[in-house]
């Protein structure tokens, strides 16, 4: 099995990044480079969703807040229409007058 930094897709930075410039569709040398390549692709989709989950836990607290928040205001709205109700609406729950 031919090793990456032997491979002539594979270079390396003066910084000591790692640039792969292998293609599975169309330059990939032996089966074991499609399993890196794979490898390489999961590691960068699980990078973005720990950044995904770092920014909704800094998100979470506003969203609590504005979801109590909306609660309150629709329950603060709902006992202000109370007095639109008779006592028989509010046991029934149909309406006589649309015939619901």
């Known amino acids: ?47 973005g969703y720990r950044g995904m989950i770092s920014q909704q836990k800094k998100l979470a607290p506003i969203q609590d807040k504005m979801i109590r928040y909306i609660e309150r205001e629709l329950n603060d709205l709902d006992e202000a229409d109370q007095w639109k109700l008779t006592e028989d609406d509010q046991t029934d729950g149909e309406n006589p007058e649309f015939g619901i």
């Open 1 to 47: 099995m031919i090793q990456c930094v032997d491979c002539e897709y594979y270079q390396s930075g003066p910084d000591g990044g790692r640039a792969f410039k292998c293609d599975p569709f169309v330059n990939i040398k032996e089966p074991e480079c499609l399993t890196k390549w794979q490898l390489l692709r999961l590691e960068v989709l699980i990078s």
